[in-house]
């Protein structure tokens, strides 16, 4: 079972903020937080991650409270091409990385 | 770019062919790579752990009979469905992880294949 929580579905108006939640509050102190996203029949694509500290990169930013137990992805200027099923999943530093896909959030970026 | 190559991308076949698929990484070695299926409006699950020169590690309810895993290279691992019927028919996505990286490190997805079986 994954263990994050998101929302099933968001819109966000074309060139405004996306802003997507993530609960975690069962982390533990050696998982990273990822993001990926799928679009429509592609396979996922990495976003970006983060221990402890918040993150930015090209693509977003994201935003891990203090206590890690909630993220937030936040993708600055959303175009219609963010359209896509948004995955947070925790990665563990052990030796068995596979990935858990919880259901995510479908954003959907409207004109 | 793209970092994982799968191929093909899209296969239709008759019932009881086996369909091999393939996934390389082309810049970097992948000590590992995974193999998933996702459904019509499902999430990917996870079906295989690929390891280079040994054997794959399945996931509860995943028959390694149907699905072979090949994993003969540090780019490159297969998947080929054995005898394939309706049933098996889905979106078969592989991902890898570069050598040595540890969890600080995303995997790479390729941009998976849809196999139809008639």
């Known amino acids: 079972d994954a263990k994050t929580t998101q929302p099933p579905s968001m819109d966000c108006a074309e060139g405004r903020a996306a802003n997507l939640p993530c609960n975690h509050s069962t982390i533990s102190g050696n998982e990273y937080v990822y993001w990926y996203r799928q679009i429509h029949s592609q396979g996922p694509q990495y976003i970006i991650h983060g221990l402890k500290n918040n993150e930015t990169n090209e693509m977003a930013s994201l935003i891990i409270t203090e206590d890690r137990k909630s993220s937030t992805l936040i993708l600055p200027h959303a175009t219609l091409r963010d359209t896509a099923v948004y995955y947070c999943i925790l990665v563990s530093s052990g030796s068995a990385r596979q990935l858990t896909f919880g259901s995510g959030t479908q954003l959907t970026v409207l004109p | 770019g793209a970092v994982v190559s799968q191929h093909p991308s899209w296969v239709i076949c008759k019932s009881g062919t086996s369909v091999k698929i393939e996934c390389r990484s082309l810049d970097f070695q992948a000590t590992t790579m995974f193999w998933y299926r996702q459904f019509p409006k499902q999430s990917l699950m996870l079906m295989a752990t690929s390891n280079e020169g040994s054997k794959a590690t399945y996931e509860q309810g995943v028959e390694k009979d149907k699905f072979l895993i090949n994993h003969a290279s540090l780019t490159l691992s297969t998947l080929t469905v054995t005898s394939a019927h309706p049933e098996d028919s889905s979106f078969y996505i592989c991902?890898?992880?570069?050598?040595?990286?540890?969890?600080?490190?995303?995997?790479?997805f390729g941009d998976g294949t849809r196999l139809s079986i008639l």
């Open positions: 991902s890898a992880e570069r050598e040595g990286r540890g969890a600080n490190q995303p995997q790479h």
